[in-house]
């Protein structure tokens, strides 16, 4: 993309609004506008990391063998009244009446919805296991909605529900939903935490939080500090493996890791003091095993191997999507702004021209934007009649991890600027040296990329 | 996709609410499910379809040099007392108030909104032209919702929005969509002619409503055969160049074609009598001009090369994403199902085992599914017990286009047979040579896939 043609209002003041960092820099960025409290509009550099995670969302889920489905944002009253919760649940529902005096509410989640879908078309066990998903808007009333995209109104949410027909298959489920989710972050560049909590509305007796740690975050939260030493990386699970799913389970949630509302002084103070930690986290998911809870009392039973009805055993598993942004930049940021993780950033590469309409600086950038669209990458070139400070610090503000600087200088001796955005550190190369530099640091995250020929209309496809 | 192992609940008897034939597939096909009148879930093979073709007007919008971003279903009732449309929309528009007494409603398009991030944002001509756009759930409270997503309250749809300093270069806009509008619906195996129309509650004097023809549609259409004769095919258009733009429109505008709204008998009358034509209709889109209808009121304006403030020249252009399904399926199909184009098919080719559980059959079809899978393709393999004859009707329910059925007795000779679901033509083939045969089909579909090696998580991305 080039800058001159695209629409990134980025902002030279901080917003008053504004208290937490992530709320300032996605408006500073112009990444998001407030349409109203709690509401946004989604600018383009916004949307297209929303996009990003989605992605992520989608891939993940659907290599753990969940099946992405998508239910509509309004949803009946009586589907709600069915489960007893229309009217436990408070003020932060959002009712709505439609012309014909019909009650309907926009969504909050999707557990009523799911199991009338699931009872009237699955009757066997045969059909189980089942797991479908969807990604759709959802709306929580919140008396005052604050933190930007954290604590929004409308907010974008992954929801999934397993089907089973007992506790064992459903506990499978909840833990290859917790080893789906902790690569999900991980890809993200988020090192977030499952920790034991409250079931809260949805109800149940297992459930695990995943917390990212930050300042800035809204749940007070204990651990042992062995737990941020765990990654999954790159390791191959078998889903359909009951063992491998439980072993990973086990290893991330074995050490003492709670919010404040499972915490337990007696046990935390086991844990020798010197790694014992107290903090804030940011919520960012949570799953849900909660067995018959929705099934019971609507009728959601399949017939056995025996022959008889049985309730089926489920769960639920939601991860913030939207919030999830604020959640990286609280994590991921500097005094000049964003940084984002590879796994997410909006465009790969920003390409700045120190002297625009230098007949050998415009070429040269126009031959780094080719060459880098060519492999399947997207360069975000600063075209704009500019002085280079300005451009620096629009680069900066909207956190591209890379930055290819061209300057006539730089381009009698045969090199352009290399620069990281996390580091600072700059390295001098010949363009075709940077360009294969992008791409090799791009290359486990685009396992798809092509590395040696241009392929038509594949800037496209980083849409789908 | 393993059959075995996706949610996929057809039906065997056609449902009594359904009175057209896209509805009536589509809730056999296990598409959809309503969940309240004109509301909708997208089951695993509905949504499949509909984010297919979310990627198809992504794809031809960033072409056309659109930019994507997303605004909120739900807004502020005060924007739209600004432009004066609260009052006069009608009890279509679905009104809502917040726990705190606030009006919002339900977005049924964005003018207003967009109108706002505009003014609030753009302050110099220099920043034109600028065209935003999004894809996005919308709500109609339709009295009498029918038809199945034909004619549903809770929608999905594409809006645009051009931003312009002359209504010279607006003009150009509406001509640039009017192309890309054409190339989408190519994409997705439809013919949809471009026919002048009323504005409506949008307003303007500029408009074209794209429609498909269809024994079902809403519409009364009139024509000259002659315009059905008109294809943009694979002709390469600089979407920059107001020449090319505008030569497109001309060719396919200038040949009468128009709905009932603007139907003009005399000027018909002219057409030679054998050309002449009435039929009905399907609306999936429609472009408008609207000059500074919104701009002005809204204050949406920018200061020009003399200084001064002019409010910009706007317009706003929309495809029916949901309905479009409907639309596609009832120009396509026969009595036993549904026959997907090529470029928007959920699944690019079935695998029909005929004897499971035959250790040669079994694992030929596995070597089918690793071998379409590998260059890209998504194939859905029938692996029930189930007799043939179920799983035939299956597929051609559900619509694939091309089969590849596998048998003990075919094996024995080395081959398997294709088959189009369109033409219920077979031809055998060895294994090798139906993949290459289904991979030489799709290609001008997926420039990206790869011919030769198999790319590691590649089906991922078809969710991308």
Redesign the interface.
Known sequence: MRLS???L?VLKENPAEAQIVSHRLMLRA?MI?Q??AG??????L???V?RKLE?IV??EQ??A?H??????????ADLWRESGRYDDYG??M?R?T??HG?D?L?GPTNEE?IT??FR???SSYKDLP?T?Y?IQ?K?R?E?RPRFGVMRGR?FLMKDGYNFDLTKEDALHAYNRHLVSYIRTYERMGLQAIPMRADSGPIGGDDTHEFLVLAETGESEVFYDSKVTDIRLGEREIDYDSVDQCRAVMEEFTSLYARTDETHDEAVFNQIPEERRRSARGIEVGQIFYFGTKYSEPMGATVQGPDGKPVPVHMGSHGIGVSRLIGAIIEASHDDKGIIWPEGVTPFHCGIVNLKQGDGEADAACDQLYAALSAIGLEPLYDDRNERAGGKFATMDLIGLPWRITVGPRGLKNGVVELTSRKTGESVELSPEEAVKKVADIYAPHH??LSREEP????S?????
């Open positions: 043609r695209y629409f209002p112009g506008k349409a109203q509401i946004y509009s989604w600018l383009p916004g949307f297209k929303l992605n989608h891939e659907i290599r063998g099946i992405p489905m998508l239910m509509p944002t309004l949803q009946s003020q932060e959002l709505i439609d012309r019909r309907m926009f919805l009338d879908i009237g078309h699955v089942l479908l969807h808007w709306f009333d008396i409308e396992p798809h392929m038509a209309g594949r496209f496809h980083t849409w789908l």
